[in-house]
């Protein structure tokens, strides 16, 4: 797979598998929504409330993952790196989105929202019943 067929692998999906590690060092996956905002393959930004599990574990152990995957053409890629906690002003207005209060009834101010800011190193591809690692450039 291409780095440009592994983007738009990204762009097309709706959801992100995403993984931490807890304290007694297991990964723990869940779903979220797809990123809202991608810079490359190296950056990539979620949004999450500040008070979950998942915060707590990257705060404790920044070490994280990231799956995207096509289930009908059976392809994915995954991506390794770290994940940081965003709680700022500037960004949490760079991923804000209208309706977001839904989620976050006391608007881009509220102190239950934060970003998730993860940043690939490397990442591994699956197509056509074959895998291959990638380094993610700087």
Not at 19 to 31: L, R, T
């Amino acid at each position: 797979m291409t780095l440009q067929e592994v983007e738009r692998l990204i762009d097309s999906r709706a959801t992100a598998f995403v993984a931490s590690v807890d304290e007694a060092g297991f990964p723990n996956m869940k779903a979220m929504l797809a990123p809202r905002l991608r810079e490359g393959l190296r950056t990539f930004y979620f949004t999450t409330n500040t008070h979950s599990m998942r915060v707590a574990q990257y705060r404790r152990d920044p070490k994280a993952s990231v799956y995207f995957c096509d289930e009908a053409g059976f392809r994915g890629v995954m991506l390794r790196g770290t994940m940081e906690t965003l709680t700022d002003a500037a960004s949490r207005r760079l991923i804000w989105r209208e309706g977001d209060t839904e989620y976050y009834p006391q608007g881009v101010d509220d102190p239950d929202y934060c970003v998730l800011r993860f940043t690939a190193c490397d990442g591994r591809t699956y197509t056509d019943y074959h895998s291959e690692n990638f380094v993610i450039e700087k």
